[in-house]
């Protein structure tokens, strides 16, 4: 399965973004999903999840209440909605697979990028203030 995330641009703060994630390959719905972000001169961080049939969301404490992150399987595309955007929510966004579980709570334990394949190519959001 390859991935591509589109999306991204130049907003101001307060604003909204819908990023995407398209992926290709027939056994893309029988993987959890999960969208990651990297600020300059920071370490890659988790956003937010979802598990294989989109039952089941994870979005990280700094973004809950302003992003939510679905999947519509019929067209192997994995959304990550952005709203009330801040500055801070400046980075470049990535789409990978969970190719070891199927979804859960320790996508909150900090050592989750070691779980996550088949990465995108990232998408630039820049919010100004």
């Known amino acids: 399965v390859q991935l591509q995330a589109s999306g991204g641009g130049l907003v101001q703060a307060g604003a909204f973004l819908r990023l995407s994630c398209a992926a290709s390959g027939r056994t893309f719905s029988s993987y959890a999903l999960g969208w990651f972000r990297q600020a300059p001169g920071k370490e890659r961080e988790f956003v937010a999840g979802v598990s294989a049939n989109g039952d089941n969301t994870y979005i990280t404490d700094s973004v809950k209440g302003r992003f939510t992150v679905f999947r519509d399987n019929a067209r192997n595309t994995v959304y990550l909605q952005m709203n009330s955007l801040k500055p801070e929510d400046t980075a470049v966004y990535y789409c990978?697979?969970?190719?070891?579980?199927?979804?859960?709570?320790?996508?909150?334990?900090?050592?989750?990028?070691?779980?996550?394949?088949?990465w995108g190519q990232g998408t630039q959001v820049t919010v100004s203030s």
């Open positions: 990978a697979l969970d190719h070891c579980t199927r979804g859960g709570s320790h996508y909150y334990s900090g050592d989750v990028l070691r779980l996550f394949g088949s």
